[in-house]
């Protein structure tokens, strides 16, 4: 059964700093993975969706890359600011849950302080 | 463009009490999903729709229904709530073409608590 698992579950850094937040899988039959951004009380907004035949995705100050044969991706946050405090979550579309069924690890919280 | 809406916001129920979350989307998406999420984890696929008329049971359908009355809509009902349903409910939704994946689009999400 796949499971997701985000490392660490809390992370408090000051501005500027640049961060690395983890996620690891235990079965790399996946058709993809994707990085989520949670603020309080909100929904899910999609940051980065790698295809399991791609390594890496840019989007402005942030970098996710996928090691599909080791089940790790890394989600890289360059000069981190107050704003980029929420929930992280990354998730994995698993060959056995059929396309677009999603399992997700339980998240990183960041705190970015002035 | 109010991509993809829930009602209600909060919902505080009895045990044994009935309700339907309902969920809408205007962007013409394909597939759309029920998910839950506890405290320290992760969402957990409840239900889920891969187009029209079709529906099927994702990770944690115990307790639920569905129904996707149209392509734009998507509800959830629960029969007969019970305190280990209290959580946090999302709708979310992707275009989801057939062998394609890709990001899905959440809703704001739904507070229920069972006493």
């Known amino acids: 059964k796949q499971e997701v698992t985000q490392i660490p579950a809390a992370l408090s850094v000051p501005e500027g700093e640049n961060l690395v937040l983890n996620c690891s899988f235990t079965?790399?039959?996946?058709?993809?993975l994707q990085w989520f951004r949670q603020d309080p009380g909100k929904g899910l907004t999609s940051l980065l969706l790698?295809?399991?035949?791609?390594r890496e995705q840019t989007s402005g100050r942030l970098n996710a890359s996928l090691d599909k044969s080791s089940g790790r991706s890394t989600l890289y946050i360059a000069a981190s600011q107050p704003g980029d405090s929420a929930t992280y979550l990354c998730?994995?579309?698993?060959?056995?849950?059929?396309?677009?069924?999603?399992?997700f690890g339980a998240g990183t919280r960041l705190a970015v302080h002035p | 463009n109010a991509g993809v809406t829930q009602t209600p916001k909060f919902q505080v129920l009895k045990t044994g009490q009935s309700m339907t979350l309902q969920c809408a989307q205007d962007?013409?998406?394909?597939?759309m999903y029920w998910y839950r999420q506890d405290p320290g984890m992760g969402l957990r696929l409840i239900y889920y729709?891969?187009?029209?008329?079709?529906?099927d049971k994702g990770e944690v359908p115990n307790g639920y229904n569905v129904s996707r009355l149209n392509k734009r809509e998507f509800s959830l009902r629960l029969e007969s709530a019970a305190p280990s349903q209290t959580s946090v409910y999302f709708c979310?939704?992707?275009?989801?073409?057939?062998?394609?994946?890709?990001?899905?689009?959440f809703g704001p999400g739904t507070r229920l608590t069972v006493l």
């Open positions: 079965d790399s039959a996946i058709y993809n």
């Open positions: 962007m013409n998406h394909n597939s």
């Open positions: 790698i295809q399991s035949s791609q």
């Open positions: 729709s891969a187009s029209e008329g079709t529906t």
């Open positions: 998730a994995v579309s698993p060959f056995s849950g059929g396309y677009n069924k999603l399992i």
């Open positions: 979310a939704s992707s275009e989801a073409l057939a062998g394609i994946t890709d990001t899905q689009y």
